[in-house]
């Protein structure tokens, strides 16, 4: 009888604590869904005047591991350029991480990304620890109520750490499916 006791109480703790252990699990990647679709883009410097405009493909790959975005731009000074960005979500350091490849520039860039679920942000900054030469990143995506648009307010600093040239830009997204 006290078996039986002891059984229907380890069962009734299992079914009350499983669907939380498999809701933690299942964070990750899919955190970050509101961003599938196709979205158009406009990236202004407003200290140089340049300005670049880009339709994104975002979805998911690998198996749903990964969220790739395909990009399409044309600038200002009317030059055209691709450009591909990975994200997944590293399970052994927690956090989301970001490689951005450019069909106009020779490196490979690494991010981390942090959500900010409550208050709709995106933050993005390089990994201090990956680059060999000076390059710092940082971003804040500011998403609407509904995530159908963003504003996004950056600085990249490269160069010389001393004196570092660097680019302020703001972009605002729209999504478009």
Not at 29 to 52: P, Q
Not at 73 to 94: C, L, T, V
Not at 110 to 123: A, G
Not at 141 to 153: A, G, L, N, T
């Amino acid at each position: 009888m006290k078996k039986l006791k002891l059984e229907r109480i380890l069962l009734f703790l299992i079914i009350l604590f499983l669907p939380k252990c498999m809701t933690s699990q299942e964070k990750g990647i899919k955190e970050l869904d509101f961003l599938i679709g196709t979205w158009e883009t406009r990236e202004d410097n407003a200290e140089t005047g340049w300005w670049e405009t880009a339709t994104r493909e975002i979805n998911y790959t690998l198996k749903d591991n990964y969220i790739e975005l395909k990009a399409n731009s044309i600038d200002s000074n009317g030059r055209e350029r691709a450009y591909f960005w990975y994200i997944n979500y590293n399970k052994k350091a927690k956090q989301f991480e970001m490689v951005s490849m450019f069909s106009n520039w020779h490196k490979t860039q690494f991010d981390i990304l942090t959500w900010d679920e409550e208050n709709r942000t995106l933050t993005i900054r390089n990994d201090p620890d990956c680059e060999k030469r000076y390059t710092e990143r940082f971003g804040k995506i500011m998403f609407s109520e509904d995530f159908q648009s963003y504003e996004w307010k950056g600085e990249n600093k490269y160069g010389d750490p001393n004196n570092p040239s660097s680019w302020k830009y703001l972009e605002k997204g729209v999504r478009k499916r």
